[in-house]
């Protein structure tokens, strides 16, 4: 009797996330690059709706969809690096895994301080403090 496999169906390790990753970043970018030429068409149709919709992307909500539009353009951009050097590089395969997790490590130090810089300001304005 055969069993069923449970759990994910994705059982090929970092490449299989990566790519999975690579995908769902370059669905959130293409949704937000469609919403950016509504928006931006609507000054056309009526000025003031445009300005009513740029004043709602001014909270704080926005701000933390701000910072992960840029990580996930971010990731989007070095996997797809990546993805290139293992297509067209020799010893790519070979080294896809350690550039993975090189491509990890710039995203977590480019997103870390990125991350608190974006932010700076929503958290001021939020809870009164200053640095």
Known sequence: MATTPVGTLYRGGEGMWSWVAQRITGIAVFFFLYVHVLDTALVRVSPEAYDL?????????????????????????????????????????????????????????????????MLKHTVEALFGTTS
Not at 77 to 96: E, H, K, M, T
């Open 53 to 117: 919709v740029i004043a709602t992307y001014k909270t704080p909500l926005v701000n933390l969809l701000e910072v992960g539009l840029v990580g996930a353009v971010l990731y989007h951009a070095l996997n797809g690096l990546r993805v290139i050097a293992v297509d067209f590089w020799s010893r790519g395969p070979r080294y896809q895994r350690q550039m993975l997790w090189g491509i990890v490590a710039v995203w977590v130090l480019v997103m870390v301080p990125g991350t608190y810089f």
